[in-house]
T-cell receptor, first 117, second 109 residues
């Protein structure tokens, strides 16, 4: 079974530039998560999708971050304009069922490491 | 408030020594807790969940509601246990996980 795919793996940009990350969850997984992991901290939830609808985006900085999952499969996370404090690893995760998190069954991608200079 | 605290950034032990990775939580009601592990150059993955009361790779974790703790234990550490360990709590909505900052376990021979 193919895992969660993310790209790019690494990205370096100047502050105020824009960047986009892509995630392809495990086939058939309805729930998709984007987490931000700043160095030395644990993953922090940014946004959660159920199919193509947003379940929770309460911690997404909406003035600069946006995310979509138009067809209920792939998802993109965009940052525009980027700030220095956005330097982090952006993790995508998916789960099979809406309550997948209750079982702890979140499957993570390898992450996209962003450096903002 | 929902929160997970892992007080140790780094835990270094010798092979064969017991290991205890600490996790404390803040939660209203009955929490559901998990341990995730990230080995070098690998993805973050589920290690065990408290509700299953299982032992995975010799690790166990017991939920102590009185002390609001969910410490991860192993009686005899092995070098291959060296990794980053994250304690996670299911959020109040039951839809996503809240992670602690993680503890690096280093096992040397």
């Amino acid at each position: 079974e193919a895992g969660v795919a993310q790209s790019p793996r690494y990205k370096i940009i100047e502050k105020r530039q824009s960047v986009a990350f892509w995630c392809n969850p495990i086939s058939g997984h309805a729930t998709l998560y984007w987490y931000q992991q700043i160095l030395g901290q644990g993953p922090k939830l940014l946004i959660q999708f159920q199919n193509n609808g947003v379940v929770d985006d309460s911690q997404l900085p909406k003035d600069r971050f946006s995310a979509e999952r138009l067809k209920g499969v792939d998802s993109t996370l965009k940052i525009q304009p980027a700030k220095l404090e956005d330097s982090a690893v952006y993790l995508c995760a998916s789960s099979l069922v809406p309550g997948g998190a209750k079982e702890g069954e979140l499957f993570f991608g390898e992450g996209s490491r962003l450096t903002v200079l | 408030a929902q929160r997970v605290t892992q007080p140790e950034k780094l835990l270094s032990v010798f092979k064969g020594a017991p290991v205890e990775l600490k996790c404390n939580y803040s939660y209203s009601g009955s929490p559901e807790l998990f341990w995730y592990v990230q080995y070098s150059r690998q993805r973050l993955q589920l290690l065990l969940r408290h509700i299953s009361r299982e032992s995975i790779k010799g690790f166990t974790a017991d939920l102590n509601k009185g002390e609001t703790s969910f410490h991860l234990k192993k009686p005899f550490a092995q070098e291959e246990d060296s990794a980053m360990y994250y304690c996670a709590l299911l959020n109040q909505a039951g839809t996503a996980l809240i992670f602690g900052k993680g503890t690096t376990l280093s096992v040397s021979s």
